[in-house]
């Protein structure tokens, strides 16, 4: 590997010592490091690790900008094994606490203001940290209510970028490398990770997911703090202070309250999907926390789904092809999210392994039913056909089964079928809603009038263009070249068939003549003529024969 183009060999070195420490000099030893032969002296740790669970501590003890490729990939169970996708759910994310120094200049060089003109109060030791950023807890001066004061690390977004860097020219490297890995898609994984990497490290998006997302909370139990967008920046974001429990100590509430709990929580879930498109990306119990009425309150909006109303509406229709076991409508659902492939697509098989899929869970009863088992079945038989899922539709997927474990941690006997089909039910009688009919025959109507405005202008331009005979229709072929070989071939052996036809025509001409020299007793020019015609006659069979074109 060519790393002439890093800027850091240093750290490159380090990723490769950390590589080899566990067991992983195979991918070392294709990067070609100058110097690597001193770097083959490391010996592996010593354990009985599986491969799954040494890529999780490669990843932690990587850093930061590791640690969450390794988190975000955990919400791809179209790609990864569950048993990988099981160990980087555990990558912890807890980091030591910056100097409280630094903390305070990062956050006055943010407001641009000193923290007394703005904080009557600032505690200096922080209530969380993460690779990211820490939180503060403080009061503001100007309205005395109580904030979290959620302020990025100093100097993270160039350690984060630089490895990014890294990162990108690994995956590049490897999947120009192994024909095995192709099929992760390297190059394109590493350019999301990037660009979600790059939106959490930007505070103002996750301010702006938090406003849309209370724009979508109202008149609900779901809790989402209020940002105060005039004091937010790209690295710092301060917000309401939600006074409750984390999700796992109010867990241990009476049953009825950790029913209601669970309850709360998936129905919570359910309504950001499908009813307003716009969804926490990863709810698991550690960006929960429970109100003293057991109202659920999300942090943590630095990574948010979006759904289109097509979406939702593909997915509710998904979701009744499941309850009505309806296979073909189940196939067909999937093709319409996955898109066109442009390989040809076993339907049948497909069809049997859903089918198949949907008798199995189907035969069980609906308390029994694990949700996240049948999402992450589903995906496997989408990987197995070659059917990948797009991004939105992929984090909507797991952000399903993160909420469907919170729920089951909370309460195990919670009837998660029933909970989600009265919800989706009364999702889908919303669609067909007299106001929202109504708004969709304005939107077609709309287009229609466009069309209207523009058509015989457009239509003035192709009768013009017809009579001055300067219309070009231009016709894309796919494959064109394999036809152009095909009908060469073709005329190649007619050609020759014709040839040979009329060899045998001559000579057989030229022996009934009698003309001199003979050659077994027969003139000698027809005899040879007879000796080519059948050596051209068997190689075309044989080539015919060969290539299996009859």
Not at 161 to 174: G, M, P, Q, R, W
Request: aromatic content about 8%; some cysteine; charged content about 25%.
């Amino acid at each position: 590997m060519n790393i002439t183009d890093l800027r850091n060999l240093k750290r490159f070195n380090e990723i490769a010592l950390v590589l080899l420490k566990y067991g992983f000099d195979e991918i070392v030893n294709r990067f070609e490091i100058p110097g690597g032969h001193v770097l083959q002296k490391i010996r592996p740790i010593d354990g009985d690790l599986t491969i799954y669970q040494r890529i999780r501590l490669v990843l932690e003890e990587l850093g930061p900008t590791f640690i969450k490729f390794g988190q975000i990939m955990s919400l791809r169970p179209d790609l990864l094994p569950q048993e990988l996708l099981a160990e980087l759910e555990t990558l912890q994310d807890n980091a030591p606490f910056v100097d409280t120094e630094a903390i305070i200049d990062s956050i006055e060089q943010s407001l641009g203001k000193d923290i007394p003109e703005v904080f009557s109060t600032f505690a200096p030791q922080p209530v969380a940290a993460a690779s990211l950023s820490q939180v503060h807890t403080g009061v503001l001066k100007s309205s005395g209510d109580r904030v979290a004061i959620k302020v990025q690390r100093p100097g993270i977004s160039e350690i984060m970028k630089h490895d990014l860097d890294i990162l990108e020219s690994v995956c590049a490297f490897l999947d120009e490398q192994s024909k095995d890995l192709k099929t992760f898609e390297l190059p394109e994984l590493a350019a999301t990770i990037r660009r979600t990497l790059l939106q959490e490290l930007d505070f103002t998006l996750e301010c702006g997911n938090m406003n849309i997302a209370r724009s979508h909370a109202q008149g609900t139990d779901v809790y989402i703090p209020r940002p105060y967008d005039e004091l937010c920046s790209e690295r710092l974001l301060i917000m309401e202070f939600f006074d409750g429990k984390k999700f796992k100590e109010a867990i241990s509430q009476q049953e009825k309250d950790r029913r209601q709990l669970a309850r709360n929580g998936l129905r919570a879930a359910v309504k950001q999907i499908l009813e307003d498109g716009f969804f926490h990306a990863d709810p698991h119990p550690g960006n929960l926390l429970v109100g003293s009425n057991m109202n659920i309150c999300f942090i943590d909006w630095g990574m948010a789904g979006r759904l289109t109303d097509r979406d939702r509406y593909i997915l509710i229709d998904l979701l009744s092809t499941i309850v009505e076991k309806n296979t073909e409508g189940l196939v067909r659902s999937f093709l319409r999210i996955c898109g066109e492939t442009g390989q040809p697509i076993d339907r049948e098989g497909l069809k049997r392994k859903l089918s198949d899929l949907l008798d199995r869970y189907h035969a069980v009863p609906l308390k029994q039913i694990n949700a996240a088992h049948f999402i992450l079945s589903m995906m496997q038989i989408l990987r197995d056909f070659d059917l990948h899922l797009p991004f939105e539709y992929v984090i909507m997927a797991k952000a399903l089964i993160t909420a469907d474990g919170a729920a089951r941690l909370a309460y195990p006997d919670l009837n998660i079928v029933e909970e989600m089909s009265s919800q989706v039910h009364a999702i889908s009688r919303k669609r067909y809603s007299p106001e929202l009919i109504w708004k969709k025959f304005k939107n077609s109507f709309a287009e229609l009038w466009l069309m209207h405005e523009s058509l015989p202008g457009q239509l003035q331009n192709i009768i013009r263009a017809i009579e001055q005979g300067d219309l070009n229709i231009t016709l894309t072929l796919k494959k064109i070249e394999r036809l152009v070989t095909t009908i060469e071939n073709a005329s190649n052996r007619l050609t020759i068939g014709i040839i040979t036809g009329a060899i045998i025509m001559g000579s057989s001409m030229i022996i009934t003549t009698g003309v001199k020299p003979f050659l077994f007793g027969y003139p000698a020019l027809g005899v040879i003529g007879y000796i080519i015609s059948v050596v051209l006659g068997l190689w075309l069979v044989l080539t015919i024969l060969r290539n299996k074109k009859y």
